[in-house]
C-alpha cells in the first residue's frame, strides 16, 4: 500500500500527538519526495533549523578537569593520587552550562546517521549536511533505545519532542549491511504491524482532536469480559480485552477496530467478503462491553485503509448495527478529513 509521502508526514504528526507541528515542513516542499528516508530527512534538517533560530537548549553539564585555580568542588583524592599539587594543579568537579546536552547530541548523531545513506535526496542532503555543521560542538552519540529513554524534555519543548520521535524512527529503520558495512534504510511503509499501529495511533489521536460530540477511550481502552459466574482464581486467568478506539456519547456507543492489510476483504472462491477474524473479535468486544457497561446500544465499525479501492459495508448482526469502512489514503488531507469525520455520522 503505497501511502504519499505528504499523507504519511500528517499521519505521523497524528500519531506522535505533534499535529501543530506539521509546519515544520510546509506540504509543497514534500512535493518531490518519494522515499521516507527522504521525507524525515527533510523533517530533521528543517526542525534543526527552526531550533537554531529560536536558540537551541543549554543545560548543566558535569566537568572533571586539572585546572590550575579552584573551581566547584576540588577532589582530593584525585589530586593527591595523581601529585598534582607539585605540578601547580588540582583535580576539580563543577558544571557548566552547554549546548552539549543529550537531546542535541541525538539530533546531530541522527543527521551524521542520514549522511551515511547513499540513495538520500540530492536536495535533502545538502539541508542535512548544513543542519549537522551548524550544531557543531556539539558531541555524537552511538544510539540506542536506551539513550533515547534518557532524553527528559519538559512539555514546553513541542519542536524537541517532536524532533525526538522522528530520531527515534530513523534510529529504528537504520541498518547497517555486515558484509559491506553499507547504511540502508528500510521502509516502514513495508512492516505491516508498525504501520498497523501507526494507524491505529492516527485514528486514536485524529477523533481526539477534531470532534467533540465523543469521549474517546473512556477510562482506557479496557473491556471487561461478560465473566459473571466464574471463580476469581479462573478470572484472573482471562486474557485482557482491549478495543482499539472506543466513542461514548449520551447517545452513542461505538467500538471502532483498526485493521491494516494489503487488501481489506478476503477471497473465497471468486468472491469477496469480510475477513471472519475481524467480525469475530469486534463481535466479542460488543458483545461484553454491551453486557458490562450500561448505555445506549453499542455499534461496531471495522476501519481499513484503502488506496483508491472503496469500502462501504453495513450488516445487522446479533442486533448490533456493524459497518466496514475504508479510508482512502491517497486522497488530498482535506478528504480523508472529511471521511473519517463522516464516519460518525448516524446511520
Not at 495511533?201 to 482532536?209: I, L, M, N, Q, T
Amino acid at each position: 500500500m503505497k501511502i504519499p509521502i505528504a499523507n504519511l508526514y500528517y499521519l505521523l504528526c497524528y500519531a506522535w500527538r505533534h499535529i501543530k507541528e506539521t509546519d515544520v515542513v510546509r506540504l509543497d516542499e514534500l512535493a518531490g519526495l518519494s522515499e521516507t528516508h527522504h521525507l524525515l530527512g527533510k523533517v530533521l534538517a528543517m526542525g534543526t533549523f527552526r531550533l537554531l533560530r529560536r536558540g537551541i537548549d543549554r543545560g548543566y553539564r558535569e566537568i572533571r578537569e586539572d585546572l590550575a585555580g579552584i573551581r566547584g568542588k576540588l577532589s582530593v583524592s584525585e589530586t593527591a593520587k595523581r601529585a598534582l599539587r607539585s605540578r601547580g594543579r588540582a583535580a576539580c568537579e563543577f558544571e557548566e552550562l552547554s549546548h552539549d546536552v543529550l537531546h542535541n547530541r541525538i539530533l546531530r548523531s541522527t543527521l551524521a546517521n542520514l549522511l551515511k545513506l547513499p540513495d538520500m535526496d540530492k536536495e535533502v542532503r545538502t539541508e542535512i549536511r548544513t543542519a549537522y555543521r551548524k550544531l557543531e560542538g556539539i558531541s555524537l552519540v552511538r544510539l540506542s533505545r536506551r539513550v533515547f529513554s534518557q532524553v527528559q524534555l519538559d512539555r514546553n519543548r513541542h519542536v524537541y519532542r517532536f524532533l525526538m520521535s522522528v530520531c527515534r524512527l530513523i534510529h529504528d529503520c537504520l541498518v547497517v549491511e555486515e558484509k559491506t558495512g553499507q547504511v540502508r534504510f528500510l521502509d516502514f511503509r513495508k512492516d505491516e504491524k508498525r504501520m498497523w499501529r501507526l494507524f491505529e495511533d492516527f485514528v486514536v489521536a485524529f477523533f481526539s482532536r477534531e470532534q467533540n460530540d465523543f469521549k474517546v477511550n473512556p477510562g482506557g481502552r479496557g473491556i471487561r469480559w461478560n465473566d459473571e459466574g466464574t471463580r476469581e482464581p479462573y478470572r484472573l486467568m482471562l486474557p485482557r480485552m482491549e478495543g482499539d478506539v472506543l466513542l461514548d456519547s449520551p447517545s452513542r456507543r461505538i467500538i471502532l477496530d483498526c485493521k491494516y492489510y494489503s487488501s481489506a476483504l478476503s477471497d473465497y472462491h471468486g468472491t469477496q467478503k469480510l475477513r471472519s477474524d475481524n467480525l469475530y473479535q469486534l463481535l466479542a468486544y460488543l458483545r461484553n462491553r454491551e453486557a458490562t457497561v450500561p448505555g445506549p446500544r453499542h455499534e461496531g465499525i471495522l476501519l481499513y485503509p484503502v488506496v483508491n479501492k472503496p469500502l462501504n459495508v453495513d450488516v445487522r448482526l446479533e442486533g448490533f448495527s456493524i459497518r466496514a469502512r475504508g479510508i482512502d489514503l491517497a486522497q488530498n488531507w482535506q478528504n480523508i478529513r472529511e471521511d473519517m469525520l463522516a464516519f460518525l455520522a448516524p446511520q
